[in-house]
């Protein structure tokens, strides 16, 4: 028998097949589970990469122009399917790497950070 999939792999795997509306009427979480994974979906559907600490990182210090020259390059279909899989990949290792905190606008990261304990408070009392 194969292990379950984490919580957020789950929640990836809906938000890759584009179903996340499923996080509250499918049986794929339990109800105990429903509230992290509502919170992962919402980061998952609000993802914006250019309002992460990586792209404000990447202008920091930079003209409007470079700025603006960077979000074009950035907002084709391609640049944005590419950002949200990198998303996606560090948000199923969120538990494991702090990458997916650069990816998030810094007033997400603490919501992340308080989901990210409480999963491992729950692991730990399940083990």
């Known amino acids: 028998m194969q292990p379950r999939l984490s919580l957020e792999h789950r929640v990836v795997m809906l938000a890759r097949a584009g179903d996340l509306d499923l996080v509250d009427g499918a049986r794929v979480f339990s109800p105990s589970e429903k509230p992290a994974a509502r ?70 990261q603490a919501t992340l950070l308080a989901l990210r304990h409480e999963l491992e408070q729950v692991a730990g009392r399940a083990s």
Do not use: I
Request: charge should be neutral.
């Open 39 to 108: 919170c992962l979906g919402e980061l998952l559907r609000d993802f914006d990469y250019m309002a992460s600490v990586e792209f404000e990182a990447a202008c920091a210090g930079k003209s409007a122009a470079y700025r603006n020259v960077l979000a074009r390059k950035l907002s084709g279909a391609e640049a944005k399917a590419q950002k949200r899989s990198e998303f996606y990949d560090a948000v199923q290792d969120f538990r494991r790497s702090d990458r997916v905190l650069t990816l998030l606008p810094e007033a997400a």
